[in-house]
Every structure is written in structure tokens, then in C-alpha cells.
């Protein structure tokens, strides 16, 4: 978008949820296919076909996957004066025939002996508002999506829902402050031996631009989080966020991971959790000093506190803790 509070929000709370890079790990993930975009007044038409190319914890990233995604989107900008707007509504057809071990809830014997064939459609939108007001600019975000199709010899049916926040206050206006909260919830499946696969599936994202520290993704979720960024310097960014992460459905698994990498992994992880839902409360930190167009520096800190659920798995310590410094420099 040409408003660069809708153009932020669509970045950094948007993009990559569903089909994504992977980025931050040795290799990333590429896509092969083709890219086809239509700009009119009357909005953006996207047509892409793609094989996810090998690569994230694989550094040879040259071969194919024996799976596609196809997407189709149409977006359009609206709204005037002080009021911006965006509106998208998009479909994705999934397709993976690598006959691997499926991660879900079902006993270990039913899932090996389900190797067939994963076929997702996906339909979902998003629409994110940006209107200035006399005491400052305020944001929202709606982005929801459900799903059909098969998961090997199971029925499938998922959805997801995203609800964001923001506002961006005149008062402090030396750190440019902007403030975020939202509510995110991934279905989950409460019955394994029903014929039917219920929990969302997140297809091929970038997990890391919502979970900083990547334990967690969209996938039998339900995430109440809360945010600030701070910009005191025009090279320095601050931002911190706090995660209440529960299970959305007891009887299912707690799932991390990003999605095919390799022929012989399935590419998302699950544990049972003992019938507990309550995951995780996550505090973090993060700041970037950007040296110059082409160098920046991060460094982040998270700290995970672990609920019942991860006391249930992890008995000597439920706690976790995450860091790094990132060097990165585009070319």
C-alpha cells in the first residue's frame, strides 16, 4: 500500500502467515514456478504456481519437493482523506504426495499406515485500516481463513482468525511510540479417531515473523498478545511483545515448525500434552540499529515461561530462553 502505516502493518502482521521463505536458517526456502501480477484502478490480480524448493535445515537447497501450492488473490486499496484501507480476498490450492509420517493427534499406528495424499483449498481475506485522528493514527487488521480437502484418508476442515490493533500516539513524539494487541486462534482437532482432520494447517509460512522465538505457530493456537515499538533514532528501532499462548483444543497436539523442506520430513513437529491447554507466556525484547541502507544489526532476547502444558512434556524445567545477534547485509 502507498500509506506507509497500512504498508508496515501489511509486512510485519500479514505477510508470509501462509506461503513464505522461511528465512533467518542457513539455506531459506525458495519457490519454482510462475509469478503473474495485474495492477488496474480497479485493484491487483495475482496468479501464482509454485514447487517449494529444498533447503531451511537442509543447506543443499537445489531440489525439488514432491508437493505445489497454486494461489489466486485479488486486493484493492480504499478509503480517502484521513482514512486508508486495504482489502484482500485470496484461495490456495495445496497439494503434497511425499508419503511421509503425518503430524497429528491419531495413534502412531494409524498414522503410519496413513501415507496418502495431502490436498488443502484455503479461502480467506484480509482487510487493515489506518485513519489519523487529532491525538494520533490508529490501525486495525482482520484476516481470517478456512480450509477444505483431504488429509491423507481423513476428511479435512480447519480455520483461522487474526484481530490486531494499533495506535500510534502524538504524545512522546521523540520515541514515536506505537502500541499493539491482538487475538490469533488456529483450530485444533478434539477427536482423532472421527474421520475428520480439524486442525488448521498452515501450509508453507515463515513462522519466525510471528514467533520470534519459534516454538509455536498458528496451528491449534490461541495467542493474546500485546506490543510496543519505540524508534528514539532514525537508525534504531526497539520493540517488545508479551505472548499468552494456550492450546485451542486439549485433545490435540502442541505443533511448531514451518512446512515442507525436505522429501523425507513432514516439516511440522507435535506433542500430546496431557490434556492441558495452557501453553506458555513469552516476554521478548528486540533492537535493530540499521547502519546503513544495506547493513543493520538485531539483537534479540525471549524469555518462554512454561504452563502446564509444557510442565506436562518438560518435568525438570518447563522454562525456556532465547538469543541471538544478527548481522545482515543486502545486496
Known amino acids: 500500500p502507498a500509506d506507509a502505516v497500512l504498508a508496515a502493518v501489511k509486512r510485519d502482521h500479514v505477510n508470509q502467515r501462509l506461503i513464505g521463505t522461511f528465512a533467518f536458517t542457513h539455506t531459506g526456502r525458495s519457490f519454482d514456478g510462475f509469478h503473474y501480477a495485474l495492477d488496474r484502478k480497479t485493484g491487483n490480480f495475482t496468479v501464482v504456481a509454485a514447487v517449494p524448493t529444498r533447503g531451511v535445515f537442509q543447506t543443499d537447497g537445489w531440489g525439488w519437493n514432491r508437493a505445489a501450492v497454486g ?12 482514512h486508508a484501507a486495504e482489502t484482500r480476498i485470496f484461495a490456495i490450492e495445496y497439494g503434497d504426495w511425499r508419503h ?11 498414522r503410519r499406515g496413513d501415507t496418502g495424499t495431502i490436498r488443502i483449498e ?18 486495525l487488521l482482520a484476516w481470517g481463513a478456512v480450509q477444505t480437502g483431504r488429509w491423507g484418508i481423513q476428511a479435512h476442515r480447519g480455520w483461522s482468525v487474526d484481530f490486531e490493533g494499533g495506535f500510534q500516539p502524538k504524545a512522546l513524539a521523540a520515541l514515536k511510540p506505537w502500541i499493539r494487541a491482538g487475538f490469533t486462534r488456529g483450530s485444533g482437532d478434539g477427536d482423532p479417531g472421527d474421520g475428520t482432520h480439524h486442525t488448521f494447517f498452515q501450509l508453507l509460512p515463515t513462522p519466525r515473523l510471528y514467533a520470534r522465538f519459534p516454538f509455536f505457530n498458528m496451528m491449534n493456537t490461541e495467542d493474546r498478545f500485546g506490543g510496543l515499538m519505540v524508534r528514539p533514532h532514525s537508525k534504531v528501532t526497539v520493540s517488545s511483545e508479551v505472548h499468552s499462548l494456550r492450546l485451542a483444543n486439549r485433545n490435540d497436539l502442541w505443533y511448531s515448525g514451518g512446512g515442507v523442506f525436505q522429501p523425507w520430513i513432514f516439516g511440522y513437529a507435535g506433542r500430546a500434552a496431557g490434556g492441558a ?55
Open 122 to 139: 484455503t479461502f480467506g481475506g484480509h482487510t487493515i485500516h489506518a485513519a489519523a485522528t487529532n491525538r494520533g493514527t490508529v490501525d
Open 277 to 331: 491447554r495452557s501453553l506458555a507466556n513469552l516476554y521478548d525484547v528486540q533492537t535493530e540499529y540499521r547502519v546503513s541502507p544495506d547493513v543493520s544489526i538485531v539483537g534479540y532476547w525471549g524469555y518462554a515461561q512454561g504452563r502446564s502444558s509444557l510442565q506436562a512434556i518438560y518435568p525438570r524445567g518447563k522454562n525456556g530462553q532465547f538469543g541471538y545477534v544478527e548481522i545482515t547485509y543486502r545486496f
Open 71 to 82: 494461489y489466486a488473490a485479488y486486493t484493492r486499496g480504499w478509503g480517502k482523506g484521513r
Open 100 to 110: 511421509v509420517l503425518k503430524t497429528d493427534n491419531r495413534p502412531a499406528p494409524v
